[in-house]
């Protein structure tokens, strides 16, 4: 989860930094780190895993860091490809089927920790009221529940991505 404490002095709308902030999450993920701090002379990110906040507080509105400076290492090249994959086979899913959205901004889990095994998987049935997954919201778990009986067709989000109010999470065939 991303929050913008200040606006920039500019009066932009801070897409750039909600935008850089998704970058750097991805890129926490990818290389399964526990935090990762960007300081620039206009502002300090903070991204960090495992249900801590995530704050960026600008003083004005910051430039592009160089992410150069950014230690991490390679990228794996095989968690990326069954990502490209997923989304052909997400665009193919039936138009018709019911979508459900996130309630709150958050960030996604599709399991209660991360030793059990996930709430739902593609092509599996589920009932009405069955459990989904979580969006964790300032330190809260939420359940997020079927709204409607069938066949889950399209997990929409990554496991530990962070989501917006109204952004769709699955397709479910009725």
Do not use: W
């Not at 902030?21 to 993920?29: K, N, Q, S, T």
């Not at 901004?105 to 920790?113: H, L």
């Not at 599996?124 to 069938?150: F, P, Q, R, S, T």
């Not at 066949?151 to 397709?171: M, N, R, S």
């Amino acid at each position: 989860m991303a929050k913008q404490d200040k606006k920039g002095e500019n009066g932009a709308d801070g897409h750039d930094l909600v935008e850089m902030a998704r970058g750097l999450a991805e890129i926490v993920a990818a290389h399964n780190l526990s935090e990762l701090i960007v300081d620039t002379k206009e502002t300090t990110l903070t991204i960090r895993r495992g249900g801590a906040p995530v704050m960026a507080i600008p003083a004005a509105m910051p430039a592009m860091p160089a992410f150069a400076s950014v230690p991490h290492a390679p990228a794996p090249l095989a968690p990326a490809a069954p990502a490209a994959a997923a989304a052909p086979a997400a665009a193919a899913v039936d138009d018709k089927a019911h979508v459900v959205t996130s309630p709150f901004v958050g960030t996604f889990y599709r399991k209660p920790n991360p030793d059990s095994p996930v709430y739902v998987s593609m092509n599996e049935k589920v009932e009405k009221g069955a459990v989904l997954c979580i969006v964790e919201a300032m330190k809260l778990m939420n359940e997020i529940e079927a709204d409607v009986a069938g066949t889950i067709v399209a997990i929409l989000v990554e496991d530990g991505a962070p989501v917006e109010y109204g952004q769709p999470l699955f397709k479910i065939a009725t």
